[in-house]
C-alpha cells in the first residue's frame, strides 16, 4: 500500500448504521475538519440563511441569486458538512437526518437519537450506579 493510498484510507468515512456510535463520531469530526476546517465550523456554530427585510419590514430569506460571495461561501461549508454527515449514514440513520437543512442540526439530532438527551443520559447513570451500588 503506497502512501496516497494510506492517505485517502483515513480520509474515507465509515458508514454508521447505528453501531458503534462513538468510534464514528470522532472519525467523522476529523474527516469534516481535513475536509476543510471552517465545514467544521458550521457544525459547531450553525448556519443560518441570510435574511432580507421586505417591503412590509418582514425578515425573509435572501434569493440565492443576490448572495454575497462571503454568504455563498459560508452557506458551501454547510454544505460540504451536511453532504459528508449524508454520505456516511446508512439509509436507517439516515430517515431521522433527512429532513435537516444544517450540519448543525443533523449531527446534533444524530447526538441525540444515539446518545440520547441530558436527562436520558442522567437516568442512565443513576441505572447503571444503583446497579454498582447493589453489587
Not at 464514528?24 to 467544521?40: G, L
Not at 450553525?46 to 412590509?56: F, R, S
Not at 454575497?68 to 439509509?91: G, P
Amino acid at each position: 500500500m503506497n502512501s496516497s493510498t494510506t492517505a485517502n484510507s483515513f480520509l474515507k468515512p465509515l458508514v454508521f448504521d447505528g453501531t458503534n456510535y462513538p468510534l464514528w463520531k470522532t472519525r467523522m469530526c476529523f474527516i469534516v475538519k481535513v475536509m476543510d476546517e471552517r465545514a467544521w465550523q458550521s457544525i459547531l456554530t450553525d448556519w443560518t440563511a441570510p435574511k432580507i427585510v421586505d417591503k412590509n419590514g418582514d425578515y425573509i430569506i435572501k434569493p440565492e441569486t443576490t448572495w454575497t460571495t462571503e454568504e455563498a461561501q459560508i452557506s458551501n461549508f454547510n454544505a460540504k458538512a451536511i453532504n459528508a454527515i449524508f454520505s456516511s449514514v446508512d439509509m436507517r440513520m439516515f430517515s431521522p437526518i433527512s429532513y435537516c437543512i444544517t450540519a448543525k442540526d443533523a449531527w446534533d439530532t444524530l447526538k441525540e437519537h444515539c446518545e440520547g438527551s441530558e436527562s436520558v443520559k442522567r437516568t442512565r447513570m443513576r441505572l447503571l450506579n444503583s446497579k454498582f451500588e447493589n453489587l
